[in-house]
């Protein structure tokens, strides 16, 4: 047999059936489903008479819309964002899901319970109803987002129609600097190579510079492929990964976790393996990172200027150019202490104890400046607890943050809460688009870090001068 990828791998292992070159029909082990469109999709099959099949493989929890403030109930900021918890609730229960409901101390966004619950297993297919579902492709999974209508299908069926994507290795060579993390690394990668470099692939990330960031850096990267505008994205499983995995509640035990684990080592890509395309990287290179426009793409190095649209290449002139007058900059403008009015930590991005432990170093013993809007949500229930016990909680409280439940929060406007308009908000998220944290708000992408030292200088700053 020729070399194989590790995506080849696993996709063969789930081929189901697969006729010329028509779309493939792939197995699919898990899905996750949230309260925005599980609904939807449980609804319609209940319309249809058709049950779910094996329901001990699909999970469900509330994130998207729910309110992220204390003593929070089923109520939501979101005109008729009530119908969409209870009828989640409704239609899980009924269908015998695992749910993960507003109350249950193992709540919070998609993207991070599915790890700490052992969801998301090395080699397996994951499907969810959300466009950052590849973060999961730091387990090693084959883990992508659908829509509403591919979830039914394969919550009846145990199968999903799929067209075989073309794969991708992005070799990241050196480590990253102190000071410098994977949500730079991201960035940095999207702006060199653009917002559609990965369009459509399977991309691995491999190299020096991946094996050398924590689990939670690896998923920060896997989440931002998003917007790279990969299928998925995928890093070859490790003793990290396995060592996380040991004892979690979804995770296989005893004598099954031992056939897991020598399964699992096998998932790597065989020396020689042919890729569709291949790209590399240097992590020593890259700096705290900050965007200026309105993609995630349009991201300089916090020490640098905004660009001027007419070096850049001409079919992406356009947007840049709506950018700037849209984010109120010019062509030369320092991004280093321009004035912002917000600063928000969380989402599937950067919202985990790794990420909550590095913006609190940087908050310990200082203030948030005077008139800016500070909020921190933790990822999930166990997060929370976590940070709580470690005493984040205190230092994000004590220095100016606002401390809240878990969900996806301000990461978007769909939950109901959104900034101001046109405020300019530095924020550890996916993504900038237009108005995408509230009316016309000028959003500003960059690491926790990055965010917790901007929100105590009052203005985008270089998390490297403040700790130094």
């Not at 070399?3 to 189901?16: C, G």
């Not at 109520?75 to 749910?99: C, D, H, N, V, Y």
């Not at 590849?134 to 999903?160: D, I, K, M, R």
């Not at 080592?265 to 700096?287: H, T, Y």
Request: glycine share 10%; aromatic share 6%; with cysteine.
């Amino acid at each position: 047999m020729s070399p194989r990828t590790l995506f080849d791998k696993i996709w063969d292992q789930h081929l189901v059936l697969q006729r010329g070159e028509a779309a493939a029909l792939i197995a699919i082990d898990r899905v996750f489903l949230h309260e925005r469109t599980g609904s939807i999709a449980l609804k319609s099959l209940r319309a249809r008479g058709r049950p779910v099949v094996g329901p001990e493989r699909v999970f469900c929890t509330m994130d998207h819309i729910v309110d992220t403030f204390a003593g929070r109930s089923d109520e939501t900021k979101m005109p008729g964002g009530r119908a969409f918890i209870e009828e989640t609730r409704e239609a899980a229960r009924e269908a015998g899901l695992t749910l993960f409901d507003l109350g249950d101390p193992r709540q919070g966004i998609v993207h991070v319970v599915s790890p700490e619950q052992g969801v998301v297993l090395p080699g397996a297919t994951l499907i969810c109803p959300d466009s950052h579902t590849s973060t999961q492709g730091a387990f090693g999974a084959l883990a992508w987002g659908v829509g509403s209508s591919e979830a039914e299908h394969a919550l009846a069926t145990g199968a999903l129609r799929v067209a075989k994507p073309k794969t991708m290795r992005v070799r990241i060579d050196g480590r990253l600097a102190r000071g410098v993390t994977a949500k730079d690394l991201a960035l940095a990668l999207i702006a060199r190579h653009g917002s559609a470099g990965g369009k459509g692939a399977v991309v691995e990330y491999a190299g020096e510079g991946v094996r050398s960031l924590d689990l939670a850096g690896r998923l920060t990267l896997c989440n931002m492929a998003a917007e790279f505008s990969v299928f998925s994205a995928i890093i070859a499983p490790d003793d990290l990964v396995f060592d996380y995995l040991q004892g979690r509640p979804y995770a296989p035990k005893g004598v099954d976790w031992a056939a897991a684990l020598a399964a699992w080592r096998e998932l790597v890509s065989d020396e020689g393996a042919m890729f569709d395309r291949e790209v590399v990287f240097d992590a020593a290179e890259v700096s705290p990172m900050i965007t200026w426009g309105a993609s995630p793409q349009h991201a300089v190095a916090i020490d640098g200027t905004v660009p001027d649209p007419m070096l850049l290449p001409a079919e992406t002139r356009p947007a840049a150019e709506r950018a700037l007058q849209y984010m109120d900059l010019k062509p030369g403008m320092a991004l280093e202490g321009l004035k912002i009015d917000a600063a928000f930590i969380g989402s599937c991005t950067n919202s985990r104890i790794e990420d909550l432990r590095r913006a609190a170093s940087v908050l310990r013993g200082r203030k948030v400046a005077a008139g800016i809007k500070a909020i921190c949500v933790p990822g999930s229930g166990p997060v929370k607890q976590q940070a709580e016990a470690e005493g984040l909680d205190a230092v994000f409280k004590a220095a100016g943050f606002e401390w809240r439940e878990p969900g996806c929060s301000m990461c978007f406007f769909a939950g109901g809460e959104s900034f101001g308009l046109r405020e300019r908000v530095v924020s550890s998220t996916n993504r900038n688009f237009e108005s995408r944290q509230g009316p016309e708000t000028r959003s500003h992408l960059a690491s926790p870090e990055t965010v917790a030292a901007s929100a105590v200088a009052g203005a985008l700053a270089d998390v490297r001068k403040i700790m130094s």
